[in-house]
């Protein structure tokens, strides 16, 4: 016969196992951990981003939204799937602990190692991309500077045409009255006489 406090013997097991029920709430309890760790690493992400390219008010609004719609669409998936659909609060309580573990141990280091390291990339690749174009750059500023003189020298030709146009339009104005001034005296001449 067996003995009833020896875990090594053949009747034990089938004494002291664990009901299906507690199992199932123990995977489920887990599950939840886990989706608050994904959660977590997910809003990790929106924030390597935000560090890497920087944006304003409304756009990190717009992400946060986006990110709270797919963290609630997330949880109620979980629940629907695992639990038909029921709030436990030891579910939230198992989130929440997925979620405060992953911030305090492994959030802020994850997120400066993997910003620094892209801004890093980013900057080493910028680097090279401005050696790289650099005769490009070289021949860009010399047309800017040959197009600024033309564009100078263009500018004084077209005041000097536009000086010139003005005197002789000026001076054909005033022949055209000087003569239809001779051709009044010529008319009051006549008449007089």
């Known amino acids: 016969m067996a003995e009833k406090g020896n875990p090594f013997s053949p009747g034990f097991s ?10 199932g709430e123990g995977v489920f309890m887990l599950h939840s951990f886990l989706l608050g760790v ?4 997910i809003y990790d992400l929106f924030r390597i981003l ?11 609004s717009l ?8 963290a609630t ?42 910003s620094g390291a892209v ?8 680097r090279f991309l401005w050696k790289l174009t650099a005769p490009v ?14 564009a100078r020298r263009a500018a004084r030709e077209a005041r000097i045409r536009r000086r010139q146009v003005k005197y002789r339009l000026t001076a054909c104005r005033k022949a055209i009255k000087m003569k239809l001034c001779k051709r ?4 009051r001449n006549k008449k007089e006489i």
């Open 14 to 23: 089938s004494r002291c196992a664990v009901s299906p029920v507690i199992a």
């Open 38 to 41: 994904i959660i977590t690493f």
């Open 50 to 60: 935000r560090r890497i390219i920087p944006h304003g008010w409304f756009l990190l």
């Open 63 to 70: 992400e946060d939204l986006a990110f709270w719609i797919l």
């Open 73 to 114: 669409a997330g949880i109620f998936y979980m629940l629907y799937y695992e639990n038909s659909g029921m709030f436990r609060w030891f579910s939230v309580i198992g989130a929440g602990t997925g979620m405060l573990l992953y911030k305090k141990t492994v959030s802020t280091p994850f997120v400066n190692v993997v």
């Open 119 to 126: 801004n890093k990339l980013l900057s080493l690749i910028g």
């Open 137 to 150: 750059r070289f021949v860009w500023h010399k047309l800017k500077v040959l197009a600024g003189r033309g």
């Open 184 to 187: 009044q005296e010529k008319r």
